[in-house]
């Protein structure tokens, strides 16, 4: 197998074991397989596409240059997922920074039927910052509100609702349980709901 065509039908755990032994065009597919995603969850979770552009050129570095260590049939996407959170973490620290979610985007249309639906709890039949998220004020409110919430818990909202990203993937990404990962999600949940009903600048 050695034409890009035949490399585009590859898994990605696949580039990824041809690419470690010595195929150097399963890099450049597998980069532009993971081009768009990974660097809108670098965005988001950055909330600066300067540096977010940064440490998504850094984690295919890391890629490139610890491919060695890589095990044939370990799942490819949760590896690229924590090198490039682990990047950008680094990225903050250099910086002297904060993660400062972006809220603007909207979640991805591809999230798999069975990733935690943190939207669709904001989403409650009664009004929430989702339900309410049309005017600049509200996008800001809600944006501030997951910006402040414990590094711990930003990490999952993002990773499990804007990347769709499934519970056992988030579990293997950030090196915890599942059942942390689920906890995680309904502590963060709780916070927002409580922000939202405090909020003084959205009270009638």
Sequence with gaps: MNSADDLTCCTDEELLVSFRKGMREAFGVLVRRYEGELYGYLRRYLGDGELAEDVF?????????????????RPARPWLYTIATNQAIDALRRNGRHVAVSLDQDRDENMPVDSPQLWGLLESRT???IDQAQGEETRQLVRA????????LRQVVILAYYQGLKYKEVADILGIPVGTVKSRLHAALVKLQEAWATAPALKP
Excluded: A, C, H, M
Excluded at 62 to 70: A, H, P, R, S
């Design 145 to 152: 509100s997951v910006n402040r919430l414990p590094e711990f």
């Design 57 to 73: 050129q850094n984690t295919f570095l890391q890629v490139y240059l610890k491919i060695g260590k890589y095990e044939q049939g």
């Design 127 to 129: 009004p929430g910052p």
